[in-house]
């Protein structure tokens, strides 16, 4: 089942105007929200960030935060597993011509569940491979917005090479990742890009920076450089779908020779806390 303008009915039967400025401009932004046994996993920050997207591109909100709340949970009861993940969208909805600037139109909403099946501890203590790319996209990645050409082609290069994610840069600095945020650890400090509009202000983000405070870990969220990298004790990334992942491989070199640094356990630990609050 899926939730389409009000209705919730099968995938199959779901369908949109071709006028749909989300099909015809990518006119339109979404959030993925993890559920863990049966329960929607920081709502009112996922809920908050939507806002914003939705205001930075003057789409009324069609729906209050309890109205979610009831739309959302009453799709995770159509399945039976207890843990998914929540993909919702907002396009501007569906105007009668195509042109670039708009009226004020009917958004339209859509969302499904998905199975969600986090990686365990032992699978992430592997380490994971990444590669650098030159960031490419717009200054204003802080929308989380459904035109994603950019990080369509990063996440192709990445499938292609059999990498975990594709890492960028601007200017030398690192910004984030294709589809998630970047922390590099030196020294007991974690450094991670500053929000604003060169990132995306990852909901999983803030709750490693809460768990890297538990873990004593000093946190600088400036922006650290491509270079120094080579000499970090530790390299991670960060998201809603995969949670803390540790890279150990970033262009074919090493980080930290290849050891997964103790805080990461720290933190990944205590993040998993988190879920069962
Ligand atoms: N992406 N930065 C980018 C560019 C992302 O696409 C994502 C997540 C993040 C991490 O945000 P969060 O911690 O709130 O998931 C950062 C989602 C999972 C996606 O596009 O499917």
Request: with cysteine; hydrophobic share 35%; charged share 20%.
């Amino acid at each position: 089942m899926v939730f389409l303008n009000g209705t919730f009915i099968q995938k199959i039967k779901a369908s949109i105007s071709v006028m749909d400025r989300g099909f015809l401009f990518g006119d339109g932004v979404y959030e993925v929200i993890p559920v863990y046994q049966g329960k929607i996993f920081r709502l009112t920050e996922h809920l908050d960030r939507l806002q914003n997207s939705l205001d930075s591109i003057q789409i009324t909100n069609p729906y209050s935060h309890d109205e979610w709340h009831t739309i959302l949970t009453k799709l995770n009861s159509f399945s039976p597993e207890l843990d998914q993940s929540l993909y919702l969208q907002i396009t501007r909805g569906a105007d009668t011509q195509r042109k670039h600037n708009f009226d004020t139109l009917t958004p339209t909403v859509y969302i499904e569940a998905n199975p969600l099946t986090p990686k365990s501890k032992a699978q992430l203590k592997i380490g994971f491979s990444a590669m650098t790319r030159e960031d490419i996209r717009w200054h204003r990645c802080d929308i989380k917005s459904t035109s994603l050409l950019a990080n369509i082609l990063y996440a192709q290069e990445a499938k292609q090479h059999q990498v975990e994610e594709i890492i960028l840069f601007r200017n030398h600095e690192i910004t984030e990742g294709a589809t998630s945020n970047v922390f590099m650890l030196k020294d007991n400090t974690l450094f991670t890009h500053p929000t604003g509009p060169n990132i995306l202000s990852g909901i999983t983000r803030d709750l490693v920076i809460s768990s890297a405070k538990a873990c004593r870990l000093d946190i600088q969220e400036t922006p650290f450089l491509l270079d120094d990298i080579q000499h970090a004790d530790g390299l991670w990334i960060s998201s809603s779908t995969r949670e803390i992942m540790p890279i150990t491989l970033l262009d074919n070199r090493p980080i930290n020779q290849g050891v997964i640094h103790p805080a990461w356990s720290c933190v990944h630990d205590h993040y998993q806390q988190l879920k069962n609050d």
